[in-house]
């Protein structure tokens, strides 16, 4: 008896590791080391056999030198430093300067971009903040998604704080693409925008390097005294891999990113800001979940035709009737296409709020798992890091 116990302690210990290396999170596997732990110690309790007690002693501590391993390992191969700094045109007069003179770049804080803002329309500035991604990790990462927003704190925010508590970030007033551009500082400043070298550039960062993405906008001259603005910027990234699966479903996930922020589909979804909804940790898995019925193809080809056409005429009539027609175009295909798998995102969204339990409570339903296990094949989420950071930004008045 006790050799068939010898032997099953024996095999059970082969087990325990494959089953540890088959776990996916800690809590797995921690939670099969004490269960396991505690059958194996309820049978040397009635055999009594000393070399069992030492092969459990043995396990237990393998099992530990495994969970700490692992997650050194996953914390030392994604791993991003986030800095911003930021840059802002002067103001624009009515009358261009010439090609020579180009455009100064005002220092602010010391922080000047290394390329030059675009021109700004006359009665604006160019605001540029450059987003840099160092990787101090020891493997290289591939960035999945860099969600950048705006916000104002002013009148609405210093009465939060006169009322006694701090000024969150919902407290600050928001600028959208839909407002009046005749009263507000920059239409679409404060809407998330997925900053992003261009939809077939891999932002793969190799260890002790680093890439720098910009977010540009243009904000109107307000003569009003300085402005303070908030960022907020949300990364996610993954440990890289070479497979050209991965690689393919990039570029899916960047279609799907830049469809959803498409001013054709934010006026046919009717949707001020799509992805403010994907910046938090539950609201980008659930986006990543969705995202290939999101990734169409098409729509970025039509927009590019549209560019086109439209750049070539010259009439300003003419000019009108055109661009009125690829809108219409782009909508329709927005509403036939992409809205009713946004549809579909939305209320999972919505159920995932009213649950305690987030994202993982959607898991309970078959289908929604069957598709994730989909998902995970080529965005596995225990290979994923997400950071959340806040930066500051003064805008200082040209004529104090």
């Known amino acids: 008896m006790q050799g068939a116990a010898l032997a099953w302690i024996w095999m059970s210990l082969g087990a325990g590791r494959a089953l540890a290396d088959g776990a996916t999170t800690f809590t797995q596997i921690g939670d099969f080391a004490r269960a396991f732990a505690s059958i194996v110690a309820g049978l040397i309790a009635i055999l009594g056999v000393p070399l069992a007690l030492r092969q459990v002693v043995n396990l237990q501590r393998e099992l530990r030198r495994y969970e700490m391993e692992s997650r050194r390992r996953l914390d030392a191969e994604t791993n991003l430093n986030i800095s911003a700094r930021y840059s802002l045109t002067r103001p624009t007069r009515p009358a261009p300067e010439s090609p020579a003179n180009g455009q100064a770049l005002r220092a602010e804080q010391g922080a000047v971009s290394e390329q030059p803002s675009p021109a700004a329309e006359p009665g604006k500035r160019v605001l540029r903040l450059d987003v840099t991604l160092e990787n101090v990790g020891e493997g290289t990462v591939d960035v999945l998604g860099c969600l950048v927003a705006a916000r104002e704190l002013e009148r609405q925010g210093e009465g939060v704080i006169s009322a006694g508590r701090d000024a969150q970030w919902e407290d600050l007033t928001a600028h959208y693409w839909d407002d009046d551009p005749a009263h507000s500082l920059s239409p679409g400043l404060s809407t998330t925008k997925h900053i992003v070298y261009a939809l077939d550039a891999l932002a793969r960062i190799k260890a002790k390097s680093h890439k720098t993405l910009a977010r540009i906008d ?108 690829h809108d219409a175009a782009l909508r329709e295909h927005c509403e036939r296409v992409l809205l009713p798998d946004w549809q579909r995102f939305k209320t999972d969204y919505e159920r995932m709020l009213r649950e305690p339990a987030g994202f993982q409570a959607l898991l309970g339903e078959r289908g929604f798992r069957r598709r994730q296990r989909e998902v995970e094949r080529v965005f596995p989420w225990s290979a994923q890091e997400v950071w959340t950071e806040y930066f500051y930004v003064t805008l200082q008045d040209e004529q104090a």
């Open 218 to 325: 243009q904000v109107r001259e307000r003569g009003a005294g300085d402005v303070y603005l908030l960022y907020r910027i949300f990364v996610a990234a993954k440990r890289s891999s070479r497979s050209t699966d991965e690689v393919r479903g990039w570029l899916a996930l960047q279609r799907a990113l830049l469809n959803v922020n498409a001013p054709a589909f934010r006026s046919v979804a009717g949707e001020r800001d799509p992805l403010g909804y994907a910046a938090s940790a539950d609201g980008w898995r659930l986006f990543v979940h969705h995202h290939a019925a999101l990734a169409d193809p098409k729509l970025p080809q039509l927009r590019q035709a549209a560019d086109r056409e439209i750049a070539a005429v010259s009439a300003s009539a003419e000019h009108e009737r055109v661009s009125a027609r």
